[in-house]
């Protein structure tokens, strides 16, 4: 996962995994395993989770304005934890991180 901070805006991108049939190295990406690929994206403070929201690419922005309103001020450490949602099983096993900003 990586972090950028430019123009008033973080935004955040991960490399997405598959969950089934990932096994041809020769493909220029793996295949989705799903009819669509949607994430869960928490903004953590802590333990507790300030922000969610559904996202359909493996990538999510937020403004420093929506940081300040959630966190109080813009971290120095954005924490997160982002899971693929299934459409038969929900979300999976979220990825916790802390990306520094």
Same mark, same amino acid.
């Given at each position: 996962?990586?972090?950028?901070?430019?123009?008033?805006?973080?935004?955040?991108?991960?490399?997405?995994?598959?969950? %089934?049939?990932?096994?041809?190295?020769?493909?220029?990406?793996?295949?989705?395993?799903?009819?669509? =690929?949607?994430?869960? %994206?928490?903004?953590?403070?802590?333990?507790?989770?300030?922000?969610? =929201?559904?996202?359909?690419?493996?990538?999510?922005? %937020?403004? =420093? @304005?929506?940081?300040?309103?959630?966190?109080?001020?813009?971290?120095?450490?954005? =924490?997160?934890?982002?899971?693929?949602?299934? @459409?038969?099983?929900?979300?999976?096993?979220?990825?916790?991180?802390?990306?520094?900003?």
């Amino acid at each position: 996962m990586t972090a950028d901070h430019a123009g008033g805006v973080v935004s955040v991108s991960w490399t997405r995994r598959t969950r %089934i049939g990932g096994d041809d190295w020769r493909a220029a990406d793996v295949p989705l395993g799903e009819d669509a =690929e949607a994430w869960q %994206i928490e903004l953590l403070d802590g333990a507790v989770v300030v922000h969610s =929201e559904t996202v359909m690419a493996s990538a999510w922005s %937020i403004s =420093e @304005a929506d940081l300040v309103t959630r966190l109080g001020a813009v971290p120095a450490t954005l =924490e997160l934890r982002i899971a693929q949602i299934s @459409a038969r099983t929900g979300p999976g096993r979220p990825a916790r991180c802390s990306l520094p900003l």
